[in-house]
């Protein structure tokens, strides 16, 4: 079974601060990692994803995800938050073989202040 | 290129009809997949395929059918509606690749069943 988890359903910041989303997964076997965003009224799009390498991931909109294998995390990050960002986030796991179903969190509400 | 589209975007049934979303791609993508999701539970996943002709369940299918005689579509049938399955209900596809996973999304379908 996989599994992920999104421990806050909101997250708020003001704009210019750095940002964290936090997600922890449970899988068995290698992970396949994923965020995406859904703004109002839409559909999710993909952000980034971890596969294999290196364990800092580079995305779209200058977002980014850490990858620790030890704690079981994949944070999404951003330096310097825009109000634009303001969104639902979701984390995405699943296991290197077998069918490609995603499992998904339940989402964290991103809040950027002005 | 239109992506992933979905039809009808808001649908209000009584309970026990029955009706048909609609779900087409044209980035030839083998694999397709119907999520519903409800507040706080982020994206379940309903029924999958892997090519025309293949179906699959996913984590919550009862209450819905599905079919894949063309690569293109798609289409959940839901066969007697229950106020349960009041929710928004996304398709996605994704290329043959095993190793992308990466989902691409329709805008989604709102459903009341009253």
């Known amino acids: 079974a996989q599994s992920v988890a999104q421990p806050e359903d909101q997250v708020n910041v003001a704009e210019g601060n750095p940002l964290t989303v936090k997600c922890t997964y449970s899988?068995?076997?290698?992970?396949?990692l994923f965020w995406y965003v859904q703004y109002p009224n839409r559909g999710l799009q993909f952000l980034l994803k971890y596969i294999t390498g290196d364990n800092l991931v580079k995305g779209s909109y200058g977002f980014e995800a850490e990858f620790n294998k030890s704690q079981t995390s994949f944070h999404l990050k951003k330096p310097s938050a825009l109000v634009s960002d303001s969104a639902l986030y979701f984390c995405a796991v699943r296991v290197d073989t077998g069918r490609r179903a995603l499992t998904f969190g339940s989402g964290t509400r991103l809040q950027v202040q002005p | 290129n239109a992506g992933v589209t979905q039809t009808p975007k808001f649908q209000v049934l009584k309970t026990g009809q029955s009706m048909t979303l609609q779900c087409a791609q044209d980035?030839?993508?083998?694999?397709m997949s119907w999520y519903r999701q409800d507040p706080g539970m982020g994206l379940r996943l309903i029924h999958y395929?892997?090519?025309?002709?293949?179906?699959d369940q996913g984590e919550v299918p009862n209450g819905y059918n599905v079919s894949r005689s063309t690569t293109e579509d798609f289409p959940l049938r839901l066969l007697s509606a229950a106020p349960s399955q009041t929710s928004v209900y996304f398709c996605?596809?994704?290329?043959?690749?095993?190793?992308?996973?990466?989902?691409?999304f329709g805008e989604g379908s709102r459903l009341t069943v009253l």
């Open positions: 395929s892997v090519g025309a002709g293949i179906t």
């Open positions: 980035m030839n993508h083998e694999y």
């Open positions: 899988v068995s076997g290698n992970p396949y």
């Open positions: 996605a596809s994704s290329p043959s690749s095993v190793n992308t996973g990466e989902l691409f």
